[in-house]
């Protein structure tokens, strides 16, 4: 965490990062896409290995500035509400695993609150490159994940953040790159973390944006192999025309 970039982020006079109005990182008409009801994001065409995936907003205008601002600007303030937007993603991705349990016990009604099947189902974040976190000085999505997971937590899911994807080999960055580059730029390109234990536990994978889906889905593969009871995906925005 860049705790300089977070302080300064809290003091530092502050216009709105959505539409630059008013004193607010964040003012209500810009935020108002992050309270969405969740849908579900259909990739056209659809890759292997891509598990069901959630999505809040379209991944245009004040949102892509909301999330650039996020993972590019250094505006840390923006983890909350991103990470709110992305909590609700995550309750339908939830209930795909069928595997959720609420603390507390009781019968599990598929809706991701009842007993436990399988423990705590893991939130796993698709890890940004190394190289892209050392520039910015954070990792955006374990942040707005870790806000995510404590939302879900308060209101009784199960579930517990768990970063146990690494890169395996250097990756290109994906904006620019056409669907067919995508899916070479990520294939193969993600393992476990060295003691990290997924098999028999559901897995939710989270992002900020899905566009193509060839990294969730090579996510998928990993988690997959690794012995994964369920998997499926919530993100906070989706590409235009890939959004149900």
Same mark, same amino acid.
């Not at 849908?39 to 245009?60: E, G, I, K, N």
């Not at 050392?134 to 579930?159: I, N, S």
């Given at each position: 965490?860049?705790?300089?970039? +977070?302080?300064?982020?809290?003091?530092?006079?502050?216009?709105?990062?959505?539409?630059?109005? !008013?004193?607010?990182?964040?003012?209500?008409?810009?935020?108002?896409?992050?309270?969405?009801? #969740?849908?579900?994001?259909? #990739?056209?065409?659809?890759?292997?290995?891509?598990?069901?995936?959630?999505?809040?907003? #379209?991944?245009? !205008?004040?949102?892509?500035?909301?999330?650039?601002?996020?993972? +590019?600007?250094?505006?840390?303030?923006?983890?909350?509400?991103?990470?709110?937007?992305?909590?609700?993603?995550?309750?339908?991705?939830?209930?795909?695993?069928?595997?959720?349990?609420?603390?507390?016990?009781?019968?599990?009604?598929?809706?991701?609150?009842?007993?436990?099947?399988?423990?705590?189902?893991? /939130?796993?974040? /698709?890890?940004?490159?190394?190289?892209?976190?050392?520039?910015?000085?954070?990792?955006?999505? @374990? @942040?707005? /994940?870790?806000?995510?997971?404590? +939302?879900?937590?308060?209101? !009784?899911?199960?579930?517990?953040?768990?970063?146990?994807?690494?890169?395996?080999?250097?990756?290109?960055?994906?904006?620019?790159?056409?669907?067919?580059?995508?899916?070479?730029?990520?294939?193969?390109?993600?393992?476990?973390?060295?003691?990290?234990?997924?098999?028999?536990?559901?897995?939710?994978?989270?992002?900020?944006?899905?566009?193509?889906?060839?990294?969730?889905? +090579?996510?998928?593969?990993?988690?997959?192999?690794?012995?994964?009871?369920?998997?499926?995906?919530?993100? /906070?925005?989706?590409?235009?025309?890939?959004?149900?």
């Amino acid at each position: 965490m860049n705790v300089l970039a +977070e302080v300064l982020d809290l003091l530092l006079p502050q216009s709105c990062a959505g539409c630059g109005r !008013g004193s607010a990182a964040l003012c209500g008409d810009c935020g108002r896409p992050l309270g969405s009801h #969740p849908v579900r994001a259909r #990739p056209s065409p659809v890759p292997p290995d891509l598990p069901p995936v959630w999505t809040v907003t #379209p991944y245009d !205008g004040t949102t892509r500035e909301l999330i650039t601002a996020h993972k +590019e600007r250094g505006r840390l303030c923006l983890a909350r509400p991103l990470g709110l937007s992305l909590a609700r993603a995550l309750v339908p991705a939830l209930a795909e695993t069928g595997a959720c349990g609420a603390c507390g016990g009781g019968s599990d009604g598929g809706d991701g609150r009842g007993g436990s099947r399988g423990g705590e189902v893991l /939130v796993v974040p /698709v890890p940004s490159a190394r190289r892209a976190v050392r520039r910015r000085g954070h990792d955006p999505t @374990r @942040r707005m /994940v870790a806000v995510a997971v404590r +939302e879900l937590r308060r209101q !009784g899911f199960a579930v517990v953040a768990a970063p146990v994807l690494r890169h395996r080999r250097g990756v290109a960055d994906q904006a620019g790159l056409t669907r067919t580059e995508r899916a070479a730029n990520v294939s193969g390109a993600l393992a476990l973390r060295r003691g990290a234990q997924v098999a028999g536990r559901g897995v939710v994978l989270a992002d900020d944006v899905v566009t193509s889906g060839a990294s969730l889905a +090579e996510a998928a593969r990993v988690v997959r192999a690794a012995g994964a009871a369920a998997v499926a995906a919530g993100t /906070v925005a989706a590409a235009a025309r890939r959004r149900g």
